[in-house]
């Protein structure tokens, strides 16, 4: 008989959830976990399932969880399933495989026909473990990169760059962006919305505005678990001039804020060879691949 327990969500486990991803994420190469108080927010909207967020535990304390959710979009009548796989602590791996078989048991029970996992660079468990789950490669979806700051001059002025302003920028930069990154404009917008709000997370963005157009935009998100890494939410420049402008910012932001790293993601490796980011030196750290288990 197992040591551990595996429960499934109850009201009053975020503040545990909160504390015992954090420190797995310690181990992550870019440091990520969901603040409490989101989590409560999440777990309070109409149609969260408590049964897709498994929790185990070892002498009433909480050592992992899994969060897992049915999607709404089925795929030629197959209903997908998406699960983050488990984040437990060292010394727990029994309770890691106990959250992943329970999940998978319970995404069977409500009809899902696939799931649908991210293995890589964010995390710790990489494509071998995907593979010995039982998972095939789908999709190799997200690059992550080291941006060389160091040979950009900080002296230089950057007084034509501005604080973003939601009221004054954000529509003009949610039809950017949607050209950018080929995405939604309703999509961006929650985004901005969410962030909006958000006070758990130091973030900065800026833009260069010549008259009624937006030349460049980007944000940087300081990362709350390891404070001396950032990470480029977004970086928009209508051309090189502009581009380095910006890094000059992030540069100065970057001594500011004593960063060891700033990170970006991209979801096309050949987007780092385009020409708006010339000035860029990239490092390459590893990548994230989508993997899927039919059940």
């Known amino acids: 008989m197992s040591d551990y327990v595996i429960k499934h969500y109850h009201e009053g486990f975020e503040v545990?959830?909160?504390?015992?991803?954090?420190?797995?994420?310690k181990s992550f190469v870019s440091?990520?976990?969901?603040?409490?108080?989101?989590?409560?927010?999440?777990y309070t909207r109409e149609g969260f399932d408590p049964k897709t967020r498994l929790y185990a535990f070892k002498d009433k304390e909480m050592v992992g969880f899994l969060t897992s959710r049915v999607?709404?979009?089925?795929?030629?009548?197959?209903?997908?399933?998406?699960?983050?796989?488990?984040?437990?602590?060292?010394?727990?791996?029994e309770a890691e495989k106990l959250l992943f078989k329970k999940a998978i048991e319970i995404l069977k029970k409500k009809g899902a026909k696939k799931v649908r996992s991210n293995f890589g660079v964010i995390t710790q468990q990489d494509a071998e473990i995907a593979k010995k789950w039982g998972y095939k490669h789908k999709q190799t979806t997200?690059?992550?990169?080291?941006i060389n700051l160091d040979d950009i001059d900080p002296s230089e002025s950057t007084d034509d760059i501005e604080k973003f302003d939601y009221e004054k920028h954000q529509q003009a930069c949610v039809k950017i962006l949607s050209t950018e990154y080929g995405q939604d404009e309703e999509r961006i917008n929650a985004f901005y919305e969410r962030i909006k709000t958000d006070t758990t997370t130091d973030r900065k963005q800026w833009v260069i505005q010549e008259g009624d157009d937006i030349k460049a935009y980007a944000g940087l998100?300081?990362?709350?678990?390891?404070?001396?890494?950032g990470r480029v939410m977004v970086t928009y420049a209508a051309n090189e001039k502009?581009?380095?402008?910006?890094?000059?910012?992030?540069?100065?932001?970057?001594d500011k804020k004593n960063l060891t790293r700033v990170l970006a993601g991209f979801t096309e490796e050949t987007d780092v060879k385009e020409a708006k980011y010339k000035p860029i030196k990239f490092e390459l750290l590893g990548n994230a691949s989508q993997f899927e288990m039919d059940l």
């Open 31 to 42: 440091p990520h976990q969901t603040p409490a108080e989101r989590l409560k927010e999440v």
């Open 71 to 93: 999607l709404d979009e089925e795929e030629d009548g197959v209903k997908i399933a998406a699960l983050t796989p488990p984040s437990v602590l060292a010394g727990h791996e």
């Open 242 to 254: 502009y581009m380095k402008k910006i890094l000059i910012k992030l540069r100065k932001m970057k």
């Open 16 to 25: 545990d959830q909160a504390k015992v991803g954090a420190e797995v994420a």
């Open 142 to 146: 997200f690059f992550l990169y080291n």
């Open 221 to 229: 998100m300081i990362n709350p678990i390891q404070p001396s890494d």
